[in-house]
């Protein structure tokens, strides 16, 4: 069983509406958790990185939120825009520890 | 600043050949590791490397072998391409790895590889 879950799988919104995508985790213990955005044919870029102490942290128009009691994070996506079209990747580290855990993905459509 | 660069982008086999999968950074990071993506999966780690002349075992190293003569460079050797190994595979690297690092991992643009 994939130690980081993520749903949902697919999403589809339009332009302008905001979307929250979920990240559950079981890793511990917990170090920090990162989520990256995945372009088509391209490798994953990083977003956002959260420690054990910080509960939101945004980027723009992302916002990520962490309970590292519940182990679960989200990531907020407001007024989206074509260009937010991608998968979205939650990714979890343990603490001393050389193995991320990745999530399968959120794979974002938003449509004009 | 080229990053972390990946090549070939495609490449076909046949079963039981052989083929090296070229990764190169020019951002000085120890740390470089290769990834492979498959549809519904999170990334797994096949091997890593945190600094010149030292590599590691990841989660799904069986069939795969790297080296690292150089910072610069990480190659992954597939020795007997199999079908199973139909996969899109990511090089990345980090100035310091170990999951802890507050600097972001660098990844390349992928090689997607098919076994046939």
């Known amino acids: 069983k994939n130690q980081v879950e993520q749903s949902p799988q697919s999403l589809i919104i339009l332009e302008g509406k905001n979307c929250t995508l979920q990240?559950?985790?079981?890793?511990?213990?917990?170090?920090?958790l990162r989520w990256y955005k995945q372009d088509t044919g391209r490798g994953p870029v990083s977003l956002t990185i959260?420690?054990?102490?910080?509960n939101t942290k945004s980027n723009g128009r992302y916002t990520a939120t962490l309970d590292a009691d519940t182990k679960q994070s989200s990531l907020h996506i407001t007024a989206s825009q074509l260009s937010d079209s991608a998968s979205y990747i939650c990714?979890?580290?343990?603490?001393?520890?050389?193995?991320?855990?990745f999530g399968a993905g959120t794979r974002l459509t938003v449509k004009p | 600043n080229a990053g972390v660069t990946q090549t070939p982008k495609f490449q076909v086999l046949k079963t039981g050949q052989s083929m090296t999968l070229q990764c190169a950074q020019d951002?000085?990071?120890?740390?470089m590791s290769w990834y492979r993506q498959d549809p519904g999966m999170g990334l797994r780690l096949i091997h890593y490397?945190?600094?010149?002349?030292?590599?590691d075992q990841g989660e799904v190293p069986n069939g795969y072998n790297v080296s690292r003569s150089t910072t610069e460079d990480f190659p992954l050797r597939l020795l007997s391409a199999a079908p199973s190994q139909t996969s899109v595979y990511f090089c990345?690297?980090?100035?310091?790895?170990?999951?802890?690092?507050?600097?972001?991992?660098?990844f390349g643009s992928g090689t997607r590889l098919t076994v046939v």
């Open positions: 959260m420690t054990f102490s910080e």
């Open positions: 990345a690297s980090s100035y310091s790895g170990l999951g802890r690092s507050d600097y972001g991992y660098t």
């Open positions: 990240c559950n985790y079981t890793v511990s213990p917990f170090s920090n």
């Open positions: 951002m000085n990071h120890e740390y």
């Open positions: 490397s945190v600094g010149a002349g030292i590599t």
């Open positions: 990714v979890v580290s343990a603490y001393n520890n050389n193995d991320m855990r």
